[in-house]
């Protein structure tokens, strides 16, 4: 019986991956006529600052070619990333319990979108700072440019290094629910946390003051959002204990 149930499961995680796999494959074949100009929006906020006449470069044989398909591919990934997140909850929701339901949902999406906020936070934000300075400090006589896949992966790691710090609100709400830690806690050991969003600033970012400013600031300012939130949540989740012992 254990068997038959373990093959079952088996079976239903392989139809749900390769549902997601199909959702990411086909919003990429869509995207692939656009890859050129889809790798040029990327690149925008630096394009915008280069000198007249300035440019980037690409070092490698083929990298006129590949670069494009995998800033295709980044894009169809989050595209489809809803459709992905579905398919995880499908999966995971038959085992789960009524009130383990109502929190996972909002979770899956409460985090999408902050992820989300985290790139737009770079792209709009970060990036046309980061990349002004970088112009203004380049010496003179210097032709600042850059090859494209060494910038799509300076890309990528802003976006990942921004998009998980903006998780931070679900990451602590979800430790207070599970009991993991206490909201008396997290205050309490606010001064540390405010230390280490500098040091992973200092890490993740390039060294210069702005960027990593720019990231350590937004990781205080969450901490203390998920620690006001969590406050909020384990409130109203006592007085509903509260109410439904009196009835």
Same mark, same amino acid.
């Given at each position: 019986?254990?068997?038959?149930?373990?093959?079952?499961?088996?079976?239903?995680?392989?139809?749900?991956?390769?549902?997601?796999?199909?959702?990411?494959?086909?919003?990429?074949?869509?995207?692939?006529?656009?890859?050129?100009?889809?790798?040029?929006?990327?690149?925008?906020?630096?394009?915008?600052?280069?000198?007249?006449?300035?440019?980037?470069?690409?070092?490698? /044989? !083929?990298? #006129?070619? %590949? &670069?494009?398909?995998?800033?295709?591919?980044?894009?169809? =990934?989050?595209?489809?990333? $809803? *459709? +992905?997140?579905?398919?995880?909850?499908?999966?995971?929701?038959?085992?789960?319990?009524?009130?383990?339901?109502?929190?996972?949902?909002?979770?899956?999406?409460?985090?999408?979108?902050?992820?989300?906020?985290?790139?737009?936070?770079?792209?709009?934000?970060?990036?046309?700072?980061?990349?002004?300075?970088?112009?203004?400090?380049?010496?003179?006589?210097?032709?600042?440019?850059?090859?494209?896949?060494?910038?799509?992966?300076?890309?990528?790691?802003?976006?990942?290094?921004?998009?998980?710090?903006?998780?931070?609100? /679900? !990451?602590? #709400?979800? %430790? &207070?629910?599970?009991?993991?830690?206490?909201?008396?806690? =997290?205050?309490?050991?606010? $001064? *540390? +946390?405010?230390?280490?969003?500098?040091?992973?600033?200092?890490?993740?970012?390039?060294?210069?003051?702005?960027?990593?400013?720019?990231?350590?600031?937004?990781?205080?300012?969450?901490?203390?959002?998920?620690?006001?939130?969590?406050?909020?949540?384990?409130?109203?989740?006592?007085?509903?204990?509260?109410?439904?012992?009196?009835?």
């Amino acid at each position: 019986m254990q068997q038959d149930t373990l093959v079952s499961h088996l079976i239903e995680l392989r139809k749900r991956l390769l549902r997601s796999l199909l959702a990411v494959l086909a919003v990429f074949l869509c995207l692939l006529p656009w890859a050129k100009e889809l790798y040029t929006l990327l690149a925008q906020p630096l394009l915008a600052v280069l000198p007249q006449g300035g440019h980037m470069i690409a070092t490698d /044989v !083929v990298g #006129v070619f %590949l &670069v494009p398909l995998k800033v295709a591919l980044l894009a169809a =990934l989050l595209i489809a990333l $809803p *459709y +992905v997140l579905y398919q995880t909850w499908a999966f995971v929701a038959p085992g789960l319990y009524a009130h383990e339901k109502r929190l996972i949902a909002p979770l899956i999406i409460a985090s999408s979108f902050l992820f989300f906020a985290g790139m737009a936070f770079v792209y709009f934000l970060v990036f046309p700072l980061v990349f002004r300075f970088m112009a203004s400090v380049a010496p003179a006589g210097v032709a600042w440019m850059t090859d494209i896949d060494k910038y799509l992966g300076f890309a990528l790691t802003m976006f990942v290094a921004f998009g998980l710090t903006f998780e931070v609100p /679900v !990451v602590i #709400v979800l %430790l &207070v629910h599970m009991g993991t830690v206490s909201v008396e806690k =997290l205050r309490e050991i606010r $001064p *540390y +946390v405010i230390v280490g969003a500098f040091i992973i600033g200092a890490v993740l970012t390039p060294p210069d003051v702005i960027s990593q400013l720019m990231l350590a600031v937004p990781l205080w300012l969450l901490y203390e959002i998920g620690i006001l939130i969590a406050g909020v949540a384990g409130k109203r989740q006592q007085s509903q204990i509260s109410g439904a012992k009196i009835d």
